[in-house]
């Protein structure tokens, strides 16, 4: 089983985004093809754990694709484990496997388990697979979810024991975008940045009270880890250069489809500026 794993690993690993990116690199979806055969028999020798365990209730419970909720709960079931099994004396031989795993995910012979998390998150962002917020999934919906997830048998075969406050934990991080206050103005949009703190705060470009601009004046001053994008009608170069005078993280149009706002605001919260509207 773990030779089959090793191999299904390395495969997956430097092939499974040029597989997506060109149906037609053979080579790339031949090499996915025995990571899907070698996994499956892993899985079968092996048993699964809270991966699956999470997503056999939830895809019972919503419409959402199996695979994307594994995709999207992976990085986060991985960094858990990780975090029990710290705690664990007896399961270090267990985090050396997610070492192991963290070196052939990224290629790097000196990576460490936050490394290989890191990667599996990015992968995620660069397959474009959603989170569980946008798969229609809620914090109102976690406690049943775990409940069910705590009684299913794949939960069972997971290689440490993670409580509810880790279950919990990875069901948050896995949702991706959560909306924590909306604002009438722009005077009300500057006093829940100074109380609410959030990552990303989204502005239209022209609303009562303060303007977009004067308001991300004021957060890069007083609360320079909230990033702003700005949301806008207009799709001129006027209002595209007073956005980025404001250093602004990002420049999006109101026409744009609802799935690309969401990958604008998780690249803002990462840091990186995204200009759309044929600027």
């Known amino acids: 089983t773990d030779t089959l794993a090793r191999e299904g690993i390395k495969r997956g690993a430097r092939s499974i985004l040029r597989a997506y990116q060109n149906g037609c690199d053979l080579s790339a979806r031949e090499d996915m093809a025995l990571c899907s055969l ?5 899985l079968a020798n092996g ?13 019972g419970l919503f419409k959402a694709a199996h695979g994307e909720i594994c995709a999207s709960l992976l990085p986060y079931v991985v960094k858990y484990n990780v975090n029990a099994l710290e705690q664990d004396e007896a399961g270090q031989d267990i985090k050396i496997r997610f070492v192991e795993i963290a070196r052939m ?18 992968l ?11 798969m229609g999934i809620e914090k109102t919906d976690f ?15 997971n290689p440490v024991r993670l409580d509810e406050s880790a279950l919990y934990a990875i ?17 009300e949009a500057k006093q829940m940045v100074a109380e609410l703190d959030p990552d990303v705060l989204l502005l239209d470009l022209v ?3 303060l303007r977009a ?19 806008t009608g207009h799709d001129r170069d006027y209002y595209l250069a007073k956005a980025l005078e404001a250093e602004v993280a990002g420049f999006l149009t109101k026409e744009e489809a609802p799935e690309r706002l969401a990958e604008a605001i998780r690249h803002a919260a990462r840091g990186e500026i995204l200009i759309t509207g044929g600027q």
């Open 213 to 231: 601009c004067e308001i991300e004046a004021w957060v890069r001053t007083n609360c320079p880890a909230t990033v702003a994008l700005v949301l």
């Open 47 to 59: 048993g699964l754990g809270a991966v699956h365990g999470f997503a056999g209730p939830m895809g």
């Open 171 to 187: 069901l948050e991080e896995a949702s991706d975008i959560e909306i924590v206050g909306e604002a009438k103005d722009g005077t």
């Open 38 to 42: 070698f996994g499956g028999l892993a």
């Open 143 to 157: 406690k049943n979810i775990i409940e069910k997830a705590k009684a299913s048998s794949s939960m069972q075969k």
């Open 124 to 134: 995620v962002d660069r397959l474009e697979i959603p989170g569980l917020g946008a």
């Open 207 to 209: 609303m009562p009270g």
């Open 105 to 122: 995910l990224t290629g790097d012979p000196d990576a460490g388990v936050n490394d290989g998390v890191a990667w599996l998150e990015s």
